[in-house]
């Protein structure tokens, strides 16, 4: 089941904020948010875990809401390399692999 | 340095013709996937596999298919079943198949001519 991600586009000044959205109509164990160069591979960002235990990129945080299923990945103060494709993904109680949203395209300009 | 390699880069199939994505890692992952990359539709899982000569149909596993006779390869075919084959195509490891994060290779971009 294909998580939600919302906005679907963001385009930002540097150092503006920026919240990024996905939500999952499945119960959740975890959910990962990977960032996406054009062309290049995803790199992980952070993994929330079900019961509140949180890793991950010391300059990005995010939220994990186990009983509305739904997490956000707060980006603040951007800077020009926070521009990519931010992807959640999103792994079920029942699950054996990740399952993607659609991405968030992000594009921070000068 | 440790990671994952896909090869080539670039791949143009004629119709009808099957094709084989490499994929190799030294990371001493037990677990494997491929993944479908269309524009504007995230990552769409094709095959898993959790050890060598072990792998699992993903979401859209039709006109795919896999082996993993080593644990550091897992190569996939589009066979010519596949009517829609352009897309990127990642690969992707992990330490298990479990709630651990992915280390993905850099893609491979197939085109049909």
């Known amino acids: 089941q294909q998580p939600v991600q919302s906005p679907q586009a963001v385009i930002l000044r540097e150092g503006e904020d920026a919240v990024i959205n996905c939500s999952s109509s499945?119960?959740?164990?975890?959910v990962h948010w990977y960032r996406q160069k054009h062309g290049e591979a995803p790199v992980f960002l952070m993994i929330?875990?079900?019961?509140?235990e949180q890793k991950g990129h010391e300059k990005i945080s995010a939220s994990f809401n186990e009983k509305k299923q739904q997490s956000s990945l707060y980006l603040t103060a951007s800077q020009l390399s926070y521009s990519g494709t931010y992807f959640c993904?999103?792994?079920?109680?029942?699950?054996?692999?990740?399952?993607f949203g659609k991405g968030t395209s992000l594009l921070v300009t000068p | 340095d440790g990671g994952i390699t896909q090869s080539p880069k670039y791949l143009f199939r004629k119709e009808g013709q099957n094709v084989t994505l490499s994929c190799e890692q030294n990371?001493?992952?037990?677990?494997m996937y491929w993944y479908r990359q269309d524009p504007g539709q995230g990552l769409r899982l094709i095959y898993y596999?959790?050890?060598?000569?072990?792998?699992q149909k993903g979401d859209i596993a039709e006109g795919y298919s896999v082996s993993r006779e080593k644990k550091e390869s897992f190569p996939l075919t589009v066979t010519s079943a596949q009517k829609n084959p352009t897309a990127f195509y990642l690969c992707?490891?992990?330490?298990?198949?479990?709630?651990?994060?992915?280390?993905f290779g850099s893609g491979t971009q197939l085109s049909v001519l």
């Open positions: 993904g999103t792994f079920q109680n029942s699950g054996y692999a990740l399952n």
């Open positions: 929330l875990l079900k019961g509140g």
């Open positions: 499945k119960a959740l164990y975890s």
């Open positions: 990371l001493n992952h037990d677990a």
């Open positions: 992707a490891s992990s330490i298990v198949v479990s709630n651990e994060k992915l280390f």
């Open positions: 596999s959790q050890i060598v000569n072990d792998f």
